[in-house]
């Protein structure tokens, strides 16, 4: 009796996970490539950004918070309600209010932390983006 040892076995199962890994990795990646923005300027009044949102993201506002980087609350916020969801990346301006309503206490050459995300119906971020910026 003969013993035959099966040696392209192990080949065939890493080729096998191999393609699977690809298959699941290239099917994901335009799924989390689909939601993004990214702050644009920055200023004392109004911020910019560019977003991508899917129509099945479910996005209905962009939102923005700006503050001290070191501070326990913004000093100043905006929203822009009216967004457009169609997997192109779009421009938006959001115009900076202060946290009672009043112009928005930001000046120029002030250190900030600048908060922007593209949130749901419920105001739960689907996407964001912080960074610490001066302002011009």
Do not use: H, W
């Amino acid at each position: 009796m003969a013993i035959y040892r099966n040696y392209r076995r192990p080949a065939l199962m890493a080729t096998t996970f191999a393609t699977m890994g690809l298959a699941i990795a290239a099917t994901a990646a335009p799924a989390f490539a689909a939601n993004t923005i990214d702050l644009t300027g920055v200023g004392p009044a109004n911020i910019g950004v560019d977003y991508t949102c899917e129509a099945a993201a479910g996005v209905t506002a962009i939102r923005a918070m700006v503050g001290d980087p070191n501070a326990d609350s913004p000093s100043a916020s905006g929203a822009q309600n009216q967004v457009t969801c169609d997997g192109t990346q779009q421009t938006a301006v959001i115009v900076l209010t202060g946290t009672n309503g009043e112009e928005a206490p930001l000046s120029a050459g002030q250190t900030v932390q600048v908060r922007v995300a593209l949130v749901d119906a419920d105001d739960i971020v689907v996407t964001g983006q912080a960074k610490v910026v001066g302002l011009r």
